[in-house]
């Protein structure tokens, strides 16, 4: 029997779910009443944990609903699982869904003020624990993994052109793996006897079979961060991210609070360096926030996440001008 649940349910468990609504709350709170209608952006709406959170949080502060929570993702299944959760507050004009990359959010933001911001990076469980979508080898599928199924280019098609020296790079960057350099040679062999794996188990174990025996079946799949790579790579999630600190952090209001939510060290580097410019943002913690030994034994996804949060101060000094 299939365990894939109906559209509307999600398997996600939000991680660090209290601290992130109340941060954003609190920023809400902090509004004087004649505040122009602005929006909180929930970049990846996923689950709709977060976001779902936060709307109960916002019903309590009288004269809050003029500031409504904007969600985007850029998987159609989980903007449809989403459109049925929220039905309600869509219809009460509380929230926007809209199907597009964060990349692309600030257009539909257009001139609205942004009073907060919450990235929760990666993947949901709903798209991990898909037995379609190609982003587990826990399931045998066709070798997808994007995040938007109707835009962009699937896995098996990136596979079927790269060469070996940029596999290889991937795998190492996005993976850290210490055997890229095998691994990229293996597949890139197999693709030019025209045996090419068609499917994740396919590929996790040609994968498997460069690791040293004692290595196999041990600890890890050794396909693991290898298929972590591909993902980043098939969804150009560092890019993304680049482009919302780039276009997006600028876009919030003075006093507009960020909570970014990441599981990867690039991208924890690269939210960690943004707010280290102390002339743009006050920052509630000087450490990124982790899961308790309680969330994590709850939820095991919750070990590597890290959350940094951000208020965005007034207005930048500017520049000195210098003096020809
Ligand atoms: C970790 S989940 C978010 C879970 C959500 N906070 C919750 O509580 O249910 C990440 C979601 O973000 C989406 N996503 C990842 N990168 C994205 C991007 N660049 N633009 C839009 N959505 C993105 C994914 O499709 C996925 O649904």
């Given at each position: ?133 190609g982003f ?7 070798l997808?993994m ?9 896995l098996?098609?990136w596979l079927?052109?790269v060469?070996?020296?940029?596999l290889?790079?991937v795998i190492?960057?996005y993976g ?27 590929l ?19 396909a693991?961060r290898t298929f972590q790579a591909l993902r980043i790579e098939i969804n ?89």
């Amino acid at each position: 029997m299939s365990s894939e649940k109906t559209p509307e349910t999600t398997r996600h468990i939000p991680i660090l779910l209290e601290p992130i609504a109340d941060f954003l709350f609190e920023g809400i709170r902090a509004l004087p009443e004649d505040a122009t209608p602005g929006v909180i952006l929930d970049c990846t709406l996923g689950g709709g944990g977060h976001t779902a959170r936060l709307l109960e949080k916002l019903a309590l502060i009288p004269g809050a609903e003029k500031h409504l929570v904007l969600g985007v993702d850029r998987d159609p299944d989980a903007i449809g699982r989403n459109k049925i959760r929220f039905k309600n507050e869509l219809s009460a004009g509380r929230m926007e869904i809209h199907h597009c990359a964060f990349s692309e959010s600030m257009k539909i933001i257009g001139s609205r003020p942004i009073y907060g911001m919450l990235a929760d990076l990666g993947v949901s469980s709903d798209q991990i624990d898909s037995e379609t979508r190609g982003f587990s080898f826990r399931f045998n599928s066709p070798l997808d993994m994007r995040m938007n199924t109707g835009s962009g280019e699937p896995l098996s098609s990136w596979l079927s052109q790269v060469s070996e020296s940029v596999l290889a790079d991937v795998i190492w960057k996005y993976g850290e793996e210490r055997f890229s350099r095998k691994i990229a040679r293996r597949i890139i062999d197999l693709r030019s006897r025209g045996e090419m794996p068609k499917d994740t188990q396919g590929l996790a174990d040609a994968i498997r079979s460069v690791f040293p025996p004692k290595l196999r079946h041990q600890g890890l799949h050794p396909a693991t961060r290898t298929f972590q790579a591909l993902r980043i790579e098939i969804n150009e999630e560092l890019k993304e991210l680049e482009t919302l600190i780039r276009e997006g952090f600028p876009k919030t209001a003075p006093g507009g609070r960020i909570a970014i939510l990441s599981f990867h060290s690039l991208e924890d580097r690269l939210v960690k360096e943004e707010f280290r410019n102390r002339d743009r943002y006050e920052l509630p913690f000087k450490k990124p926030l982790q899961a308790d030994e309680a969330e994590v034994t709850m939820n095991s996804r919750s070990r590597s996440a890290k959350l940094r949060l951000a208020i965005r101060k007034a207005s930048e000094p500017e520049a000195p001008q210098s003096r020809s």
